[in-house]
């Protein structure tokens, strides 16, 4: 398959589209100030080839994708015992929602929801050196040196009343070890990194491998884990949106309200699409169409 001319396709039949459909996050003051006229769009195979088109290698705040990343790290460091107090379920509302946590007694739906994100921050930071190992894993996995965007950072730490909310009423349930502010600066952290789709493509490249690094590295984790993590995102990796996701375009797939989704089409490729204008449901709007698209014209996903 010419994955390259497939890109540029997609590239020629949305750019058009731009500015015309969805918003840029604006809780987030610093993501507020984004130029929502930006498409981009780059795969990586298991084979490492690579296509890329638009603005693929410009760098923006990969939001909650990164929650698939520091999931592995947990997954990996725990394992089963991770388990304990997040749940594993769709959550059908919004990714801040704080509703279920008052019936659900402090235990999130799932980790990719921001309270379930919280609670995987908190694990890590159990483990000691949460931010400089996510960071390490990252520029291992896409090769090159990854970094927070330090702007970004300080504006969800100063806007973060819901998350800050989450956290400590977690807390109050005990689903939280660590000191609330150590936590939130993990995560606050951890949303605020950029990356390009190019990176993002590469380093998610274990999810198609059953576990195995994308470049030359060791072993991310097990197959066992890999697939679990790909159920998650299929189910819970676009928020009340999963259905929706899942009957379009039925891949594994993760947002961020930075515009990014990583996609997964197991045994074959990663690929990540980039637009800042988000739909009603935090999740980027031209990225859902462009991948709507690549299933339509490859044929690949998981049904
Ligand atoms: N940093 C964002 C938040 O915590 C991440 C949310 C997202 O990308 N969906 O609100």
């Known amino acids: 398959m010419d994955f390259q001319l497939v890109l540029d396709q997609i590239n020629t039949e949305l750019r058009p589209l731009l500015g015309t459909g969805g918003k840029v996050a604006s809780y987030i003051p610093a993501l507020a ?19 890329q088109a638009g603005d693929s290698a410009v760098p923006f705040s990969i939001q909650s994708m990164s929650k698939v990343f520091s999931l592995t790290l947990a997954i990996k460091a725990l394992d089963e015992a991770l388990w ?17 946590l008052e019936t659900e007694r402090g235990v999130p739906r799932n980790p990719f929801i921001n309270a379930g994100a919280i609670a995987v921050a908190d ?9 400089p190992q996510l960071l390490r894993l990252l520029s291992g996995l896409c090769g090159e040196a990854v970094h927070v965007d330090a702007e970004v950072a300080r504006s969800e730490a100063d806007t973060g009343y819901r998350n800050a909310a989450l956290a400590n009423f977690m807390k109050g349930f005990g689903t939280l070890d660590n000191d609330v ?16 789709c190019e990176q993002v493509a590469c380093a998610a490249g274990y999810l198609c491998r059953d576990g195995q690094h994308p470049l030359a590295g060791p072993t991310v984790i097990s197959a066992t884990q890999t697939r679990r993590i790909n159920a998650l995102m299929l189910t819970c990796g676009t928020y009340d949106a ?27 490729l990663t690929l990540c ?10 999740n980027s709007w031209l990225g859902r169409q462009a991948l709507e698209l690549f299933v339509a014209k490859t044929g690949l996903s998981v049904f």
């Open 84 to 100: 304990s107090r997040i749940g594993r379920e769709p959550s059908g509302s919004p990714f801040n929602s704080l509703v279920q």
């Open 181 to 196: 502010a150590t936590v939130l600066d993990v995560y606050f952290h951890q949303c605020a990194i950029a990356m390009t």
């Open 273 to 282: 699409v980039w637009s800042p204008a988000l739909d009603a449901t935090g």
């Open 123 to 131: 694990r890590l930071v159990s483990q000691a050196d949460a931010l």
């Open 242 to 268: 999963a259905g929706e996701f899942a009957f379009r375009i039925g891949l594994p797939c993760k947002s961020g309200v930075g515009g990014g989704i990583v996609a997964v089409v197991p045994d074959r």
């Open 33 to 51: 100030r984004v130029s929502p006229l930006q498409f981009g769009i780059a795969l990586r195979t298991c084979a490492g080839e690579t296509a």
